[in-house]
């Protein structure tokens, strides 16, 4: 690529982001103005590191005026929760944790005892409860439209009713940017800032604003062990069952969610740009490479969805 | 502009989804691994061929039913541009889905099955996307392996649409025989056509330039965030939180504040990369102004000359969404416009509109689900805004079920000048 090439793909680059930057600004605005009690659900992963950011950007120089809302499995990367606690005491403000670990203890979930069970399912009764604990009236979440199927259907506004359900087939229809925001007690909005922003846009936005990303999103030496071909990371949570063997590797994730779930890929990509570079080829799909919970069914995500979940 | 947003629309089993699979497939937009479970549950379903339909279908329901139900939003980018497509389903009932996909489009893609030659859908698809304000329409003929890729059965369609297209008053359109089962005039121009002389549909779409619309359209900014920080530091801060809808605006400049009509000027555009001396449609800013004056959401800066309406009655066009009830005159219902909502009445049910022909049907007492309508409005407080066929941000509009809270319909500020006059 000549000098001339380089500088208008980059500048293509940042038109591109700008105006989702802009859209996502927009949305995040309108939930503030119109809605009494909103929160941000904040996994520490990258994507909603960036709705975070953007919602920074769209209320400065006033703080932020709701909560982060983290659902804590219990089986974090001890990399992501230092991240949350230190982003939560920089920006001054509120950190709900609504906790899967308490509602094991009080019974309010019960765990599985079937192999390959995750707590990934155990979130959304504890988030429902959250929400409704807290009051929230509206939820924003980082999920994007280009992620998995399902989610390609969902709103900017999605409504849930009064048990936090997804009905696919029955969507406000969604037109300009016109959102409709209205609820009545007890239900809720979940709302997508990102809904059009793909994965790399979230990786290129990332570079171009020097965002800081959790340690575990680049390439470092890790303990794993291989699962159904995937690279788990050996913790106290998941440990290898009967035959695999745990080996060190350098890894990085692509996705960031509970330790039990997630898996790693073998990278050399130290910086953001290497990442970009290595994601700009990558012929597997984020969720495809990196998480287990999707490889159970083919429509996994839509019946989590309609549960309730993220 | 390196974002474009399309809007495809078809009627049942044209091809459609087949083309958006073939967009996405040769275009590298689709992972290996979605590729592969598309592709056992294309075996599964005794496919001959790969069903790349089912890689848009999203939801079970759909690929069990091989139909599209609901609007479905795709990405791919090339290295010219990056693509958002608002895929629509055709079926009859869903227009209301064809709308909402055709309210944030650029452009819309018509898919037309070459066999079947330009059917009552086609004509739909034009005059809705017509109503919507969209400038460019590309023609997709569909199919053409199934006619052994003879011009004869292209060049009907064209004629036909081609003046339909031209009342509809869009200079901007475009023909494209191709074959997205086997891929002819997709991203590859075909050997097989040697009759058309122009592109593929993908390399149209890169090119396709977008009119500058920050030249001759007037600055408007709905005013949607008072900020306002109450810290000690930032003690007297107060910036005006909004997208600019329309035009273009710099420090400097004298605006007026809608609804009162106060003149006042800007000392301060903040966008998110910083301070600017100015902004254009589309950006997301912060306005700072000279003076003290109450604002609050639901207000709009503009120029001091041409200034939006302000009025509590206006003439609309509406699109109904509701299955469960019908738009009658005197029902109340909620109204949201800009950063706006209010409550709102039809005071006159003018007429409802033949979608095919736009001829004016007369008189009706409702409009029901899909249906299109000439009707006046009143709200309880002034709106302030523009035709729609001059600002789409500040002339469209949705109206809400007070008791349901759902989006029962939605709306288009002014009479586009061919509706009721009959398509020839």
């Given at each position: 690529m000549n000098s001339l090439e380089k500088s208008n793909s980059e500048l293509l680059t940042s038109s591109q982001l700008r105006a989702l930057e802009a859209e996502s600004i927009h949305i995040i605005r309108e939930v503030v103005a119109e809605f009494e009690r909103p929160g941000l659900l904040f996994s520490g992963g990258k994507d909603s590191i960036v709705m975070l950011h953007l919602a920074v950007k769209a209320l400065r120089?006033?703080?932020?005026?709701f909560p982060i809302i983290h659902i804590d499995?219990?089986?974090?990367?001890p990399e992501t929760i230092e991240y949350r606690d230190i982003t939560a005491a920089n920006l001054e403000i509120d950190l709900v944790i609504g906790s899967v670990p308490d509602a094991l203890t009080s019974g309010r979930v019960q765990a599985s005892t079937?192999?390959?069970?995750?707590r990934n399912r155990l979130q959304t009764p504890v988030l429902l409860d959250t929400i409704r604990d807290g009051k929230f009236d509206a939820v924003f979440g980082g999920a994007?439209?280009?992620?998995e199927r399902a989610r390609?259907?969902?709103?900017?506004y999605s409504f849930r009713d009064e048990f936090g359900q997804w009905d696919p087939k029955n969507q406000r229809p969604e037109l300009w940017n016109l959102y409709n925001g209205f609820t009545n007690p007890g239900q809720h909005i979940r709302v997508?800032?990102?809904?059009?922003?793909t994965e790399l846009d979230i990786w290129q936005y990332i570079l171009a604003e020097g965002i800081e990303l959790p340690s575990i999103y680049f390439a470092h030496e890790r303990e794993v062990f291989e699962r159904d071909g995937m690279l788990m990371a050996y913790s106290e949570f998941l440990k290898p069952e009967h035959g695999e063997k745990v080996f060190t590797e350098r890894v990085r994730f692509r996705t960031v969610g509970d330790m039990t779930i997630t898996a790693g890929q073998k990278s050399d990509a130290e910086t953001l740009e290497q990442v970009i570079t290595e994601i700009a080829v990558a012929r597997v799909s984020e969720r495809g490479a990196s998480?287990?919970?999707?490889?159970?069914?083919?429509a996994a995500m839509e019946d989590r969805k309609r549960e309730g979940y993220f | 502009m390196e974002l474009l947003r399309i809007a495809t629309t078809g009627s049942v089993d044209d091809g459609k989804s087949t083309l958006i699979g073939r967009l996405l497939y040769d275009s590298k937009a689709i992972y290996d691994d979605v590729l592969d479970s598309t592709e056992q549950h294309s075996r599964r379903q005794s496919?001959?061929?790969?069903?790349?339909?089912l890689l848009t279908d999203g939801l079970k329901v759909e690929r069990e039913q091989g139909i599209t139900i609901d609007v479905a939003y795709r990405y791919f980018s090339t290295p010219k541009r990056k693509f958002i497509l608002a895929d629509t389903p055709?079926?009859?009932?869903y227009t209301r889905n064809m709308v909402t996909g055709a309210s944030t489009a650029d452009v819309a893609l018509i898919i037309v099955d070459a066999r079947h030659g330009v059917v009552e859908q086609s004509r739909r698809h034009a005059v809705i996307g017509a109503l919507l304000g969209i400038k460019h329409v590309v023609v997709c003929i569909n199919k053409m392996d199934l006619v052994d890729f003879k011009e004869e059965f292209f060049r009907p369609i064209q004629d036909d649409l081609h003046d339909l297209l031209t009342e509809l008053e869009i200079k901007s359109h475009h023909f494209i025989p191709i074959s997205a089962l086997e891929g002819d005039n997709v991203v590859e121009k075909s050997?097989?056509?040697?009759?058309?002389?122009d592109g593929p549909l993908l390399p149209h779409l890169e090119d396709l330039e977008l009119p500058?619309?920050?030249?001759?359209t007037p600055f408007r900014f709905p005013v949607q965030y008072v900020i306002r920080p109450l810290s000690n530091e930032y003690h007297d801060y107060r910036g005006y939180a909004g997208t600019i809808a329309s035009g273009r605006v710099e420090v400097g400049q004298e605006i007026a504040v809608m609804p009162s009509g106060a003149t006042t000027t800007i000392t301060a555009i903040e966008t998110p990369e910083g301070d600017a001396n100015s902004a254009t449609e589309g950006e997301a800013v912060t306005i700072r102004i000279s003076d003290n004056l109450d604002i609050s959401r639901g207000a709009m800066f503009s120029g001091t000359t041409e200034r939006p309406a302000t009025e509590n009655s206006f003439d609309a066009t509406v699109c109904w969404m509701s299955e469960r009830t019908s738009l009658k005159s005197g029902v109340m219902l909620r109204i949201k416009h800009t950063t706006h909502t209010a409550r709102a009445m039809v005071s006159d049910l003018e007429c409802r509109v033949d979608?095919?022909?736009?001829?004016d049907l007369g008189f009706c007492d409702e409009l029901k689900l899909n249906e299109i309508g000439q009707v006046t409005l009143r709200t309880s407080e002034p709106l302030i805004f523009d035709k729609y066929a001059d600002v789409r941000g500040t002339g469209s509009f949705i109206l809400i079920d007070e008791?349901?809270?759902?989006?029962?319909g939605a709306g288009m500020i002014g009479r586009p000048p061919y509706l009721g006059a009959g398509l020839a």
């Open positions: 120089p006033a703080k932020l005026p499995t219990g089986h974090n990367f079937l192999p390959g069970a995750s994007r439209r280009d992620e390609s259907k969902e709103r900017v997508f800032p990102l809904s059009n922003w998480r287990a919970d999707d490889r159970t069914a083919e | 496919s001959e061929y790969f069903n790349l339909a055709g079926h009859v009932q050997d097989r056509m040697p009759w058309y002389i500058d619309n920050t030249v001759d979608i095919n022909s736009l001829s008791s349901t809270n759902e989006t029962i």
